[in-house]
């Protein structure tokens, strides 16, 4: 009952954050709010028994992306004036609302004949650092090197890219 | 759950949550007097009620008064206000959550049942500590931004920078340590550290990962904003950096949230790096064995102690000039009262044990208290040595507090994870 009463907290705050980032105008409202709904999946996951996950989502993406991106924010120093205007916003909300819809139909459809499941905690080590440590570089090292060497040459990639603008001008 | 559950775990919150806060009281003491003491000088010992100075911790409360009834403004030209409220609140509670992974004893048996003694019996451990030192950083970025103002944008800046910048070394140091310990969680990592290196050395971390505790209390001391890395703060020319704006307890709250966020990171190396709760040479189940002789051995020590500490104060705690019925020498001599009264309690209850109830529980109840002790202690000299270095080395300047972190700690860091790897890959 108490881990039902979590995931509709969880689940709702969630929810909100992410309307929050699309709604509000300031950036670094939205910012906040999807620091939000970062923190509520990391308890979504914690709900899942899900420990490490639950730790690496605050970690890497609540705690040092966003922090990055609030931290570019305030070096922008965005005044009320730079904001572009958006006299049309609701209007456009509206429309992507009823866009959308048909797809939100579908999701939802698909939730509801998904076969019945109980949610009862996996063995008590599932989740864990060991186990999740022991799958990641024992049963998937290959996958696992492949994602790493993407994220390498994303990396230094950015940093030709940063770099040639310094020395052009 | 039965009763015996349900007390524990009251107990274990409660310190978790209420020792930070008393530490804050013994901290700023501990700075100012400190302070005093590198600076020979005598610090704050007036402030008195009845003539108890408690040898200057009544400042302290002479200080809350004036932060509480002080007005609390928030300046007109504040326009998010709930990001200006919420800022000194985060810092705070996250200063204040983070400690609630550190063990301060070993696992209590009680009636073959185990109890984790953290706040939160979490196995997560130091991925705890991590994930909540990312998050201090949020309330010194609302507090420089939403104070709208050029010095308090700038500590905030500074600041950001910094505690990013100083994650990446601490991670890493974090990392070879882990690689030693083949844990994250931080009970099993003070129990390792409580196994003797060829015989006779304590296998604490600082032993087996001299350079990672190094790198670790480095970037430990850029993550608190302590001094040598304090320029979020450098008042010479930033005025006071993220907090100018803030008044009152708000005030209070980012100064309460420094000490506790310092004694949260003390614990922190003290538990990575110093043994945790482990008393040097003597494991815990070598103390639950010999339980009866270390309570005999304290029933000796205690009055010993006791005698020294009063002869002690009666010496120094006078008036350095003539005055008819010193009132110091008689405050002494009330302090030497309680203090023996205090020795006797002891030495009842410990009496009591003996006779009565030693052997079983009683004896793991006994060391896990001389633990809890013992880690105390290991935090408080942890936490001289934040006063001391914030009252011996100058501030860095910016440049070269990132060149530090970036050119110096970063290769040394991913130094060691190689060394260590190597070494524990050979040795295994």
């Keep these: 009952m108490f881990a039902d009463g979590l995931f509709i907290v969880f689940a709702t705050l969630a929810v909100l954050g992410a309307v929050g980032l699309v709604l509000f105008r300031h950036p670094m409202n939205g910012a906040m709010s999807f620091v939000v709904t970062l923190i509520s999946l990391a308890g979504l996951y914690a709900l899942l028994s899900a420990k490490l996950i639950f730790a690496l989502q605050l970690i890497v993406y609540a705690g040092a ?3 990055l991106i609030v931290f570019i924010i305030m070096f922008l120093n965005i005044q009320p ?21 048909p797809i939100g139909l579908l999701l939802a459809k698909i939730v509801k004949s998904l076969p019945v499941h109980s949610t009862a905690i996996m063995g ?18 290959i996958p696992f090197e492949i994602v790493s060497i993407l994220l390498l040459v994303s990396l230094v990639g950015a940093v030709i890219l940063a770099g040639k603008r310094g020395t052009t001008k | 759950m039965s009763q015996l559950d349900i007390l524990l775990l009251v107990l274990r919150v409660a310190f978790g949550a209420f020792v930070p806060l008393c530490f804050i009281a013994v901290l700023v003491w501990m700075e100012r007097r400190g302070a005093a003491f590198f600076q ?26 004036k932060l509480i009834t002080k007005e609390d403004i928030i300046p007109g030209h504040i326009k998010h206000k709930f990001y200006f409220v919420l800022a000194p609140v985060i810092v705070f509670c996250i200063a204040l959550i983070s400690f609630a992974a550190v063990p301060f004893a070993d696992a209590l048996i009680i009636n073959g049942k185990k109890y984790i003694m953290q706040a939160i019996p979490t196995d997560l451990g130091i991925l705890w500590f991590l994930a909540l030192a990312g998050f201090a950083v949020y309330g010194i970025i609302l507090a420089g931004w939403s104070s709208h103002n050029k010095y308090g944008v700038l500590g905030g800046l500074r600041a950001a920078a910094q505690v990013i910048s100083y994650e990446i070394p601490m991670g890493f140091a974090i990392i070879s340590a882990l690689v030693v310990y083949g844990t994250v969680n931080l009970t099993e990592i003070a129990q390792y550290q409580g196994h003797l290196l060829f015989g006779f050395i304590p296998m604490w971390g600082v032993v087996v990962q001299p350079l990672g505790a190094i790198i670790f209390i480095i970037a430990a001391f850029a993550e608190a904003n302590r001094t040598p890395f304090d320029l979020a703060e450098g008042e010479s020319e930033l005025v006071a950096g993220f907090h100018v704006e803030y008044s009152s307890m708000k005030f209070g709250m980012f100064f309460m949230g420094e000490y506790v966020a310092m004694f949260t990171s003390s614990a922190i190396i003290v538990t990575l790096y110093f043994g945790g709760y482990q008393i040097p040479w003597f494991s815990t189940e070598t103390l639950v064995h010999n339980a009866r002789a270390f309570s005999v051995l304290l029933m000796l020590l205690l009055p ?14 006078r008036s350095h000039y003539d005055r008819p ?16 009264g205090t020795v006797a309690a002891l030495e009842i209850v410990l009496f009591i044990y003996l006779i009565t109830v030693s052997g079983g529980v009683a004896d793991r109840i006994l060391v896990a208290l001389l633990q809890i002790v013992t880690f105390l202690v290991k935090t408080t000299f942890m936490c001289f040595i934040y006063v001391w ?11 070269q507090l990132q060149k530090l972190g970036w050119q110096t700690l970063l290769p040394l860091s991913l130094l060691n994870i190689f060394v260590t790897s190597a070494i524990v890959v050979a040795l295994s």
Excluded at chain 2, 304 to 317: E, G, I, S, T, V
Excluded at chain 2, 389 to 399: A, G, S
């Design chain 1, 65 to 67: 992306i966003m922090s």
């Design chain 2, 304 to 317: 010993a102690c006791a005698w020294l500490f009063a002869r002690w104060m009666a010496k120094n705690n």
């Design chain 2, 389 to 399: 270095v914030r009252w011996t080395l100058p501030r860095f300047r910016y440049d």
């Design chain 2, 325 to 340: 019925n010193d009132p110091r020498v008689w405050e002494a001599q009330i302090y030497a009262k309680i203090l023996w």
């Design chain 1, 81 to 101: 004036d730079d904001l572009p205007q958006e006299e049309m916003k609701l209007f456009y909300v509206l429309v992507s609302a009823i866009v959308v819809c």
């Design chain 2, 40 to 65: 020979d000088r005598s610090g704050p010992n007036r402030a008195h009620i009845f003539g108890f100075r408690a040898g200057g911790l009544v400042q302290n409360f002479a200080d809350a008064v």
């Design chain 1, 124 to 141: 008590n080590k599932f989740g864990g650092v060991k186990e999740v440590g022991l799958l990641l570089f024992r049963d998937w090292l």
